[in-house]
């Protein structure tokens, strides 16, 4: 068990509305990155939160957006959504391993944009 | 190009049989190195770590050639529960601030 969580497991939406999605991590989990897959594809780097501040992002636009809160949970929002939003959401935590940091995945959010 | 490339699949293979699936990383900065694997509609689960010494974890073998920018991992003697997809994945940073960089991933089917 990595301890990651996420909600909902499903989601549908309509084009142009908003989605917020969320993740729940260990205690002392102090990083969680968010990543989009979709079919076919490998994950694609969204954002990363450090201590609740964004600490890198990949080539996402601004209507994707983040929050870290204390309690080491985290939503990852979007807003106007488009058809090609549609994917596994995954968020991430981060552990030291014996050599590298390694991050683990929660179960993701499949969502379908109609 | 693809900042990770991997073996184009399906790799259709006979229980017991050995595998092999090669990666290529662009980037020679990269510093950490892993290998995933997902089963189908589920989230990514960290198989191994890889490292310059090579490392083996039972029937899997991972290897990393930095001068090369080359990632390997040897499956053996393989069972019907690995038929799964195996991600390739790099990071450009050793500390916990890094982002996974996978590759396309090449699935694995294991047939009785």
């Known amino acids: 068990e990595t301890g990651v969580t996420q909600s909902p497991t499903h989601l549908i939406k309509t084009r142009g509305q908003q989605v917020t999605l969320r993740c729940s991590s260990q205690s002392g989990h102090n990083t969680v990155s968010w990543y989009q897959q979709a079919l076919g594809q490998g994950p694609q780097f969204i954002f990363q939160y450090y201590r609740e501040e964004e600490n890198g992002r990949g080539n996402f636009p601004p209507r994707f957006s983040g929050l870290q809160f204390p309690n080491y949970s985290s939503e990852l929002n979007v807003n106007a959504l488009e058809l090609d939003d549609s994917a596994l959401y995954l968020c991430?935590?981060?552990?030291?391993?014996?050599?590298?940091?390694?991050?683990?995945f929660g179960p993701g959010t499949r969502l379908t944009v109609t | 190009r693809k900042e990770v490339e991997q073996d184009p699949g399906p790799f259709n293979v006979p229980e017991g049989a050995t595998v092999a699936f090669n990666c290529t990383y662009s980037?020679?900065?990269?510093?950490?190195f892993f290998w995933y694997r997902q089963d189908c509609r589920k989230e990514p689960k960290l198989l191994m770590s890889v490292y310059s010494s090579g490392n083996e974890d039972g029937r899997f073998t991972a290897q990393l050639n930095r001068a090369s920018q080359y990632i390997s991992l040897l499956i053996r003697d393989s069972k019907l529960s690995d038929s799964a997809t195996y991600l390739c994945v790099v990071t450009d940073s050793y500390n916990q601030g890094g982002k996974l960089i996978f590759g396309q991933g090449t699935e694995l089917s294991v047939k009785p």
């Open positions: 991430a935590s981060t552990l030291k391993g014996q050599g590298y940091y390694e991050q683990y």
């Open positions: 980037n020679s900065a990269s510093q950490s």
